[in-house]
């Protein structure tokens, strides 16, 4: 059973509209992360939470946001999507900073 | 800077063969090593991972051998299956830490 699940698969949105993608978790981990992965490269991590407290990546845009409403879920939200932001988005979560991660399945996101 | 290199970019074995992945890092403060294996359209999953107390750890047809002194650590797969074709990613973590930082990732090709 899938553990860490991230709706939708895919998401197609246009260029500037508001888009946000989601990731739930039955682990009941302390920690849930975002990453951006773009074609042939590593996953970046854009910010996680430990908890309610939400830690930012210094390089992160301010385009993306993220909600944490409970345990089980949390929200990224792309404000106004460019062409750039294009890429594999993924939710990964863990017990505890420093400890073995699980990732979700992604969204992929393409901006028309 | 990349935290973690690693090499190399890409690999193509007989099945049967033992492909080897290498990583290096310079940071003395990262204590955990995972190897994750990502399948095309798919998030990355946890393969197999390593604290620097030990300096080999094996999984199934999985190996992962460390040298704390050179700062390195490779990833060995034993008698490589076709469904073993993937990318590769090496990361590590520090105790401190809020992130995995991960490899530029290597396309692993398995012939039948």
């Known amino acids: 059973d899938a553990m860490v699940i991230q709706n939708p698969r895919y998401q197609v949105t246009q260029f500037g509209k508001p888009v946000t993608l989601s990731c739930s978790q039955t682990?009941?981990?302390?920690?849930m992360y975002w990453y951006q992965q773009k074609s042939s490269q590593a996953p970046k991590l854009l910010f996680h939470?430990?908890?309610?407290?939400?830690?930012n990546e210094a390089d992160t845009p301010d385009n993306f946001q993220s909600r944490r409403p409970n345990t089980s879920f949390c929200f990224l939200d792309i404000r106004s999507p460019g062409l750039g932001d294009a890429a594999m988005y993924l939710c990964?979560?863990?017990?505890?900073?420093?400890?073995?991660?699980?990732f979700g399945q992604g969204t992929r996101l393409t901006v028309v | 800077q990349q935290q973690v290199k690693q090499s190399p970019q890409s690999l193509i074995v007989q099945k049967g063969g033992i492909p080897i992945i290498n990583c290096a890092y310079e940071?003395?403060?990262?204590?955990?090593f995972p190897w994750y294996q990502q399948f095309p359209g798919k998030g990355p999953a946890l393969l197999i991972a390593?604290?620097?107390?030990?300096s080999e750890k094996k999984e199934g047809r999985f190996t992962i051998s460390f040298n704390k002194s050179a700062k390195q650590f490779s990833l060995h797969i034993m008698d490589s299956q076709p469904g073993d074709s993937a990318t590769y990613f090496c990361?590590?973590?520090?105790?401190?830490?809020?992130?995995?930082?991960f490899g530029t990732g290597t396309s692993l090709t398995v012939i039948p």
């Open positions: 990964a979560t863990s017990r505890g900073l420093n400890t073995e991660a699980f």
């Open positions: 682990l009941n981990h302390n920690v």
């Open positions: 939470y430990y908890d309610k407290d939400f830690n």
């Open positions: 940071n003395t403060a990262f204590d955990y």
């Open positions: 390593i604290r620097p107390d030990v």
């Open positions: 990361a590590a973590s520090k105790r401190s830490g809020n992130q995995f930082y």
